[in-house]
């Protein structure tokens, strides 16, 4: 019997219709869970040659971990760190791309209890004092490139709790080696006690509308990811699975550290600074990558790049996330792979909500349905469940902060914490409407919602249909002031090469749009522009865009 039933065994409850879909999932975890110990030092023990992490760097460097290799190395790197002062629940920030490193240490400090907190390398002195300040960090692991460490220095003279600075990728004055040092000790470690309701992991949210808040989970939430990976990636043991995402970001928590190693699969890291879509696909044809997960903005530059140019035929399996997917993406990709894009969704807060499972067939366009780990509704504004067909939030009905799949607090944020519970659920200041065969379909962000002319629109619609024209690169839609109507359908558009802006490519992007939807949702006013404001995790702030169109006059 293999490790992945035994765990089953163990700690998960589920079952299934009579087509193969999971209806029930339910998680059985014992006080002490820890994912370190629990699943990777396991498999270690009954499958010590099982391949864990498959690590390629851009210019071709590879590193091959199997569970065993990868349970001695976290040991071994937990052991250094203890004797260099590092205790269970110390909070310990990484910068680290999407270096190798970065498992090894994860797994190290979930085996002594510590905080793992992943950063990506675009921030600036500025981000990382607020972010020092807020998590309270005492040491710092980061890459040499990128300037990261100048910036990181930088912060440091307006900062006075660090106790060490670790790097990888070189060496700087200053900073502890950490591969070398970490060679020094012992690759065996006695458990340390750990519960799975204590603090394991915390990322920053993007900051669409303020400061970034930090977002606390607990060790539990690893295991809650057995969903994501098994239901929605479809991981099976023997499966090469590839997320594209930095390890500063929550989605490399959702594709690429918990789940899928606890499926017994291989987790392929490609390490690239600057997306090329041509090399991607390289990857996923020479590496014969059997499950892939990325952004539709991904998957836009793939189409465009020429999937025919490529041997995509290791590739069983294919999911997308991040932002909402537009309809003619899905239908380009499975025309030239014959694979649907299964969407799913999610936040940092949480695990995967609503997703296309292993199974069910997708509608292009919709992210799907609930997934039995949660008991999720679409309510207005006093909480009452809305009708099929009306938009509504999206929010969560659990007991407030216990939820293993749902973020234990914003830590040190008491306030934000309630407010996101406000009225017994758990908001996700999301709508979307919810078909008549139980589908739900984005509409926006709660924030981002337009009421024009007395009618509600979703900037998702619109956007989706202007980036079907060929001269659209990039869009965001908002809500901008008018005389006579109050608010208008705005659209900030970012051409695509060849393109220039003219009143006559305006005119017809507005026609696009009419001919495509209802009337009232064309947007009334067209702003050409360079580049769309953006969070570090690349989602479009279209809070800053509103903010900006105050003080103009269209």
């Not at 001695?72 to 999407?98: I, P, Y």
Request: glycine residues 6%; aromatic residues 12%; negative net charge.
């Amino acid at each position: 019997m293999s490790f992945m039933s035994e765990f089953y065994k163990r700690f998960v409850k589920e079952d299934y219709d009579e087509n193969g879909i999971v209806t029930k999932f339910d998680l059985d975890l014992k006080y002490d869970y820890n994912f370190a110990y629990d699943v990777i030092d396991e498999i270690a023990k009954t499958e010590p040659e099982r391949v864990a992490l498959h690590w390629v760097s851009e210019t071709g460097d590879e590193k091959i971990f199997t569970y065993k290799e990868l349970s001695q190395e976290s040991s071994r790197m937990a052991n250094m760190l203890t004797a260099h002062g590092v205790e269970k629940g110390d909070m310990v920030m990484a910068v680290l791309k999407r270096h190798y490193e970065f498992w090894i240490l994860a797994y190290a400090l979930m085996k002594i209890g510590a905080v793992l907190i992943p950063a990506t390398c675009q921030l600036m002195k500025k981000d990382y004092v607020y972010r020092f300040d807020l998590a309270r960090v005492k040491f710092i692991v980061a890459t040499a490139e990128d300037n990261v460490p100048d910036h990181v220095d930088e912060a440091l003279q307006e900062y006075d709790w660090m106790k060490e600075k670790f790097i990888v990728h070189g060496t700087r004055e200053g900073w502890t080696d950490l591969m070398a040092s970490a060679r020094r000790y012992r690759a065996d470690l006695e458990r340390i006690h750990t519960r799975a309701e204590e603090n394991m992991l915390a990322y920053f949210s993007s900051g669409t509308t303020g400061y970034p808040k930090l977002v606390m989970h607990r060790h539990a939430y690893s295991a809650a990811h057995i969903f994501t990976a098994k239901h929605w990636h479809h991981i099976t043991e023997g499966t090469v699975h590839m997320t594209v995402s930095e390890s500063g970001w929550a989605k490399c928590a959702w594709g690429k550290m918990f789940g899928q190693l606890t499926c017994g699969a291989t987790q392929f890291v490609y390490d690239f600074d600057r997306f090329v879509p041509e090399n991607v696909l390289k990857v996923i044809q020479n590496y014969k990558v059997t499950s892939f997960c990325a952004p539709p903005t991904m998957y836009r530059f793939f189409i465009k790049a020429g999937l025919e140019k490529y041997d995509l035929s290791s590739l069983k399996y294919s999911c997308v996330a991040g932002e909402a997917l537009s309809p003619d993406v899905f239908n380009k990709w499975k025309q030239a792979t014959g694979l649907s894009l299964m969407e799913g969704f999610g936040q940092t807060e949480t695990v995967v909500v609503l997703c296309n499972c292993y199974g069910m067939t997708p509608k292009p366009g919709s992210m799907g349905k609930p997934v039995p780990l949660y008991d999720v509704d679409l309510v207005n504004k006093n909480l009452e469940t809305v009708k099929d067909g009306e938009t509504g939030e999206i929010v969560i009905r659990a007991e407030y902060c216990k939820h293993p799949a749902i973020f234990k607090e914003y830590y040190r944020g008491a306030e934000q914490t309630f407010r996101a519970w406000k009225g017994g659920v758990y908001h996700t200041g999301d709508t979307a409407y919810r078909d008549e065969d139980g589908y739900y379909w984005y509409v926006g962000r709660t924030d981002d919602l337009i009421k024009a002319s007395g009618y509600r629109i979703g900037p998702f619609e619109i956007e989706s249909i202007l980036m079907e024209h060929p001269s659209v690169l990039e869009c965001a839609i908002t809500a901008a002031d008018d005389a006579i109507r109050g608010k208008v359908v705005k659209a900030t558009i970012v051409l695509a090469e060849g393109y220039k802006p003219s009143d006559e490519l305006k005119k017809e992007l507005q026609n696009f749009v009419k001919k495509s939807t209802a009337p009232y949702k064309y947007p009334r006013i067209v702003e050409f522009v360079d580049e769309l404001p953006k969070t570090f995790s690349g989602k479009i702030r279209r809070v800053e865009i509103r903010e900006n169109d105050e003080n103009k006059s269209f």
